[in-house]
């Protein structure tokens, strides 16, 4: 039912009020955290359409589809019957594409291809280019051209500002990458943004008419757009700038990735008539945690200058507190959500844990599965990221677009048909002398009989199904994917690969997609549903994965937290080196944004939060850690600070309370509690409260800045600089190991065949073709699964099946 204005516009504070009040021309919101921005967006479109404007002249920009759906399903609480187009950009870039795209030589069919499948294509773009990666690898090369297309930087545009090596590089693969993607009929993520601001900037007729039709823009979190996305806004509200733009520059944390802040602060400058409300009371947080985050934000200089009001009521005060190592940091966290859920009924959901970086998670996983609690990893594996899901997926694109090669090379001989490599290189020869697509191809070297018996008779089959599931594809799409599965004996192939995994995982993680597929199918309404499934899939974000209705523990990166918010809240390793990254220590620019994460780190909390930091972190404690000069920003009069590095935290056990864990547990490692507690303990043991001085915030304990286990995977590497022995010398001296001996050499040990995996220990120095050199940080399993996780010299984490992968032990 439709509220009235009054209705609309009564349950509103004053700042609020003048934000959804203000339709004609420009506004800029700032929107401090949990200052109700969600409610302020969808009140102000339901106050537009009761005014009378035409819903179909309203553009809702944001960027996840689970922000999105929030304000749609609370826009549809307040209108009946609402059509305003309410999405990401890329979402809307790619509907644009489905319409414009031939513009850039895009035809309407295009496949968004995910991070893998670019990758997939660039490494075809590099081998093409014939370019050498000594100075930059495949992922730096990725990076630089994504960062290009992010400032709306064609390979054309390019050309003409190469400077150094490195851009020489960039500009040979850069074109032949396009090349290819316009051969696949495919476009990247960032292709998205970059062809639709670059079509609106050559063709100013249809930029003038869509200006017309979109006459009233919203953007949820300007702060985050980067140059292509800014020139797609400015571009649609240049005839008609009744523009609000809704953000905060104190959250601005996405510049690895494009963002500029400077297009929120430049905002009243490029529309010189605007007005801006500021948004400051915040209905999330206590006093205590809102005191704590103005304090440490203050310190930044590139900001618009709020203050946030609290309206909740007071609570308890921060907590920092300092532990010996990580182990113990994650154990005591682990046991406090235990009790809390044991002794005073609160829920596991209730609870986040934030870290820098993904590869922060083991430990944390590790010591909530020793308590038995469930948890939710958001940015882990991701469900469309299976293998399973991957390869029916592949048919769905082949059949959605027959041009996309990339899909082709997966399937094809999935499940295996005896179509050997020698055989596909015989198709992908005649693909390249016709330049024709490789599916064209295949039927093209069966016509001329230039394949065996066996790859001919497998070829015949795969053009069955995929000829079936085409005749399908006007259909329902869940009987598309049922085709595949039936024709292939997919399920039975794959469990048949993979013994160790049970039939029911794979089963249930099909049976999920086709859950999924049969909502497409229901929501469809103009039979392009396979279209907008796979356009779905493929943009779906981190953060989409969070289950809300799940009651598990959270664990997530500070920048996957953003715009969600929890009970209970710890954030770990505030540490010098990894909170701010040790990369960012140089840089002003970048130690802000550090600053401004750990600003939204502490907003994610509503009741209770806890700052940590570990005195020594990674494999075998190798670096010895010392506090964030952020931790020196804080208020010492909100902190409650807590010494632990004195506590023998691994006699402190809730096991009286929690089953004791399972002799299968995966995670099983060297400690065991030599016994029970025989009474179960209130509140943690040996708890002593100090007040640390300012030379004990920042003692060093002249440890190094080696961070084994906190490089970003969110951000680039660092480029590589150096190789071989003096590489691993460096290593060694960071690590605290004995420097090579003179003569010293690296001996091979072939791990994929008749491989002695168990050489591999805790410890060992290893050397990767693609990473380099690195320490093995821990190994699991026995024989063929014998895994390994490795931390490079680069600060990459990685883990590797040892029986299948080209690690080298290096010996002294």
């Known amino acids: 039912m439709a509220l009235t204005t009054s209705q609309i516009i009564d349950s509103l504070n004053e700042p609020q ?71 990401t950009f890329h979402g809307y870039c790619a509907r644009f594409l489905r319409r414009f795209g031939e513009m850039v030589g895009i035809a309407p069919n295009f496949t968004i291809f995910d991070t893998d499948d670019s990758k997939n294509a660039l490494k075809k773009a590099i081998e093409q280019a014939n370019v050498s990666l000594t100075h930059l690898n495949q992922g730096d090369i990725g990076r630089r051209i994504g960062a290009l297309k992010n400032k709306a930087i064609s390979p054309e545009i390019f050309e003409g500002t190469v400077r150094g090596d490195h851009d020489r590089i960039i500009s040979k693969v850069y074109p032949i990458y396009q090349k290819l993607l316009r051969q696949f009929n495919a476009v990247d993520f960032d292709d998205l943004l970059m062809h639709t601001a670059n079509i609106l900037r050559s063709n100013p007729d249809l930029r003038s008419d869509l200006d017309a039709k979109h006459r009233y823009i919203l953007v949820d979190e300007y702060q985050d757009t980067n140059l292509a996305q800014y020139l797609i806004v400015r571009g649609l509200s240049i005839d008609h700038p009744n523009l609000n733009v ?10 690895w990735r494009g963002a500029d802040i400077s297009n929120i602060l430049s905002f009243e400058k490029d529309y010189p008539q605007s007005s801006t409300v500021r948004l400051e009371h915040n209905y999330r947080s206590t006093p205590q945690i809102l005191s704590v985050a103005d304090s440490l934000i203050s310190c930044n200089t590139r900001r618009k200058a709020k203050v946030l009001k609290p309206t909740c009521e007071s609570g308890a005060s921060v907590r920092f507190c300092t532990y010996r190592s990580d182990r113990e940091e994650a154990d005591d966290i682990a046991r406090h959500i235990a009790m809390e859920i044991l002794e005073n009924g609160a829920k596991a959901k209730d609870f986040a844990v934030l870290y820098r970086t993904n590869a922060q998670s083991r430990l944390m996983e590790q010591a909530l599965l020793r308590c038995k609690l469930n948890y939710q990893l958001i940015g882990g594996f991701r469900f469309y990221h299976r293998e399973e899901i991957k390869d029916i997926l592949a048919y769905l694109r082949l059949v959605h677009n027959p041009t996309d090669d990339v899909a082709f090379d997966r399937v094809v001989n999935v499940p295996t048909r005896g179509l050997g490599d020698k055989s596909l290189e015989k198709v992908r020869d005649l693909a ?9 191809a295949l039927r093209a070297t069966i016509e001329r009989g230039v394949l065996s018996k066996k790859a001919a008779s497998g070829a015949d089959k795969f053009l069955k199904t995929y000829d079936k599931m085409v005749h399908l594809s006007s259909g329902p799409l869940v009987a598309v994917i049922d085709c595949m599965l039936q ?18 995982s794979i089963i249930g993680n099909i049976n999920e997609l086709r859950a999924d597929a ?41 920048h996957a937290a953003k715009g969600l918010e929890f009970e209970n809240v710890f954030v770990i390793a505030v540490e010098h ?43 075998s404690n190798a670096r010895v850690g010392s506090a964030s000069q952020f931790a020196m920003e804080l208020p010492r009069a909100e902190l409650e600070m807590i010494d632990r590095t004195d506590v023998d935290a691994f006699n402190i056990s809730f096991m009286d309370e929690i089953d004791q864990r399972s002799e299968e547990d995966p995670w099983i490692d060297e400690f065991e509690p030599s016994e029970k507690p025989t009474k179960k303990p209130s509140k943690p043991m040996g708890k002593k409260t100090v007040l640390l001085s300012c030379d004990e915030w920042n003692q060093d304990d002249g440890g190094s800045e080696f961070v084994p286990d906190a490089a970003p995977m969110e951000e680039p590497s660092p480029e590589p600089s150096e190789t071989g022995n003096a590489v691993l010398q460096k290593l060694r001296g960071k690590l605290g190991l004995p420097n090579l001996k003179s003569g010293s050499h690296f001996q091979t040990i072939t791990t994929k065949e008749g491989v002695e995996v168990g050489l591999f220990e805790q410890g060992s120095i290893v050397r990767h073709p693609e990473y380099g050199i690195g320490q093995v940080a821990s190994v699991d399993g026995h024989g063929a699964r014998r ?26």
């Not at 944004?593 to 502490?602: A, D, N, P, Q, T």
């Not at 390994?788 to 002294?812: D, H, M, T, W, Y």
């Open 577 to 619: 080196g990894i909170l701010p990254h040790i990369r960012a220590m140089d840089d002003p620019s970048q130690l802000e944004e550090e600053r401004r994460l750990l600003f939204v780190g502490i907003t994610r909390a509503k009741r209770w939060l806890q700052l940590s930091m570990a005195k020594q972190r990674g494999f």
């Open 432 to 440: 390249r002398q016709r330049e024709i697509p490789m599916l064209v």
């Open 787 to 812: 895994m390994a996780r490795v931390s490079f010299e680069n600060g990459e984490l990685r883990s590797f099946q040892l029986s299948k992968s080209p690690l080298q032990l290096i010996e002294p």
């Open 487 to 504: 024709e292939t004996d997919y399920i039975q192939y794959l469990t048949a690969r993979k013994s160790e995994t049970p039939d029911e």
């Open 246 to 255: 809704t953000g905060d520059p104190d959250q601005s944390i996405y510049s």
């Open 17 to 87: 009020r003048q934000a959804v009040t203000h339709i004609e021309g420009p506004l800029l919101t700032l929107a401090g955290p949990g200052s109700g921005k969600t409610r302020v967006v969808t009140h102000r479109i339901a106050y537009m359409l009761d005014q009378g404007v035409s819903p179909y002249s309203i553009l809702a920009l944001t960027f996840t589809n689970k922000a999105a759906r929030e304000m749609k399903a609370r826009l549809d609480r307040m209108v009946d019957d609402c059509p305003v187009w309410m999405g």
């Open 518 to 558: 049969a909502q497409a199918d229901s929501e469809s309404e103009d039979g392009n549903t396979m279209e907008r499934f796979l356009e779905q899939v493929t943009l779906i974000a981190d953060a989409d994965g969070l289950e809300d209705s799940d009651n598990k523990v959270t664990l997530m990166t500070l």
